[in-house]
């Protein structure tokens, strides 16, 4: 079983920045594909970014340029966010592939929110 924490949302004046942080349990990243979502109100939940265990990046359109992720060998998952902007106000969750891939991100993995293991999310606000 995969768990997921995630810390380090708040409240931010637009073109601010923020650092989520995941921490998660032991081999996590050498195992599965991991990234983050996010989920505004009345809205479906969207990948915004993914990395494999290679260091290999993907990123949603809407946030390349301003969002990295990155991880550390303490099993922890990074979001650094810049350029803020209110559409990015959401709860932003971490998550992990169930479909163990010896860390390879598939190609779908940020396209649906199925087969995932999930922290209980981070709240973003966004004010301009």
């Known amino acids: 079983q995969v768990q997921l924490v995630e810390s380090g949302g708040g409240s931010v004046q637009a073109g601010g920045s923020l650092r989520l942080t995941c921490a998660a349990s032991?081999?996590?990243?050498?195992?599965?594909?991991v990234g983050w979502f996010r989920q505004a109100p009345g809205k479906e939940r969207e990948g915004v970014a993914s990395i494999a265990r290679d260091g290999s990046t993907k990123y949603a359109d809407s946030v390349k340029g301003r969002f990295t992720i990155s991880q550390d060998v303490k099993n922890t998952l990074y979001l650094q966010m810049s350029g803020l902007k209110s559409e990015d106000t959401a709860m932003y969750y971490c998550?992990?592939?169930?479909?163990?891939?010896?860390?390879?991100?598939?190609?779908?993995?940020?396209?649906?929110?199925?087969?995932?293991?999930w922290g209980q999310g981070t709240q973003v606000t966004v004010s301009s």
């Open positions: 998550a992990a592939d169930r479909r163990e891939s010896g860390g390879y991100c598939y190609t779908d993995f940020l396209l649906s929110y199925d087969d995932k293991y």
């Open positions: 032991r081999y996590t990243y050498n195992n599965y594909c």
